[in-house]
């Protein structure tokens, strides 16, 4: 197999792509970064890297607070919009229709929207390069209610997450396994089989003969994702188009 050699960079994806809301109720505003992950579990840390030049970085310097909302496939229109436009030409919550809520510990505005809020206190600034890296204590976690079953199990993957992937956002896709699957033993009685990953072609056979198979060969649906009775209903097939506004206001939520 060839592989050609680049030049040094970073080519680590997907990438989970966040909406992080900051500010203040007076001065509200998100910006959107791929660059954020976990650091630690206990105690529960994590980061995002700004560029200094970015609107969102004093809001956040100066307040010591943030938020990552995570992103969904009816979010993604936001999300770009929200990386792409500054805040300080445009109020964001306002022009895609998002409702901030303010109602966590750090009272800093939460994209009501998002399924997931993670409210963070900002422990560190390390100035690297172009990117200057925030590290942050989680306080505080809400969850939307409508993916959450009888059993008060929280179903994240059937909230339609969005990654980005070398300058695409993506849905996650099919399910391959759960943690732990390769080494976990079947259970007595147990019909459902996990499947390995397939052998790739062998050397000489023709790629473009297995093109061409693929081609033929009608795409199978994935399966639903479970719905909940008090899930809200969405359309997945519109296009991506802004939002219209929203008239009912969220209820603040209790901490």
Excluded at 58 to 69: R, W
Excluded at 111 to 125: A, G, M, Q, T
Excluded at 175 to 186: A, D, Q, R
Aim: proline fraction near 6%; glycine fraction near 6%; aromatic fraction near 8%.
């Amino acid at each position: 197999m060839a592989k050609q050699k680049w030049k040094a960079g970073n080519m680590v994806y997907p990438l989970p792509v966040v909406m992080i809301s900051c500010g203040t109720e007076e001065k509200p505003n998100i910006v959107t970064v791929a660059w954020t992950g976990t650091i630690c579990t206990n105690p529960p840390m994590t980061y995002i890297s700004l560029r200094p030049s970015r609107y969102s970085y004093n809001l956040i310097a100066e307040s010591g607070y943030f938020v990552i909302n995570l992103t969904t496939r009816d979010l993604t229109y936001a999300t770009d919009f929200c990386g792409v436009r500054s805040g300080r030409d445009v109020d964001k919550f306002k022009e895609m229709a998002l409702t901030p809520n303010y109602d966590n510990e750090g009272q800093v505005p939460m994209i009501e929207e998002s399924p997931v809020n993670i409210v963070c206190k900002v422990r560190e600034i390390k100035q690297l390069g172009s990117h200057d890296l925030f590290i942050a204590d989680v306080l505080e976690v809400y969850v939307d209610d409508a993916f959450m079953d009888e059993k008060g199990k929280f179903h994240l993957n059937d909230t339609d997450l969005v990654a980005y992937s070398h300058g695409t956002y993506l849905t996650l896709g099919d399910t391959l396994g759960t943690f732990g699957y390769s080494v976990m033993k079947p259970k007595k009685g147990d019909k459902q089989v996990a499947q390995l990953p397939q052998p790739q072609e062998k050397e000489g056979q023709s790629l473009a003969k297995h093109q061409g198979e693929q081609k033929c060969k009608p795409q199978e649906k994935s399966p639903k994702a479970k719905t909940f009775k008090n899930k809200k209903k969405t359309n997945h097939n519109q296009k991506s188009a802004a939002p219209k506004a929203v008239s009912k206001k969220a209820p603040s939520r209790k901490k």
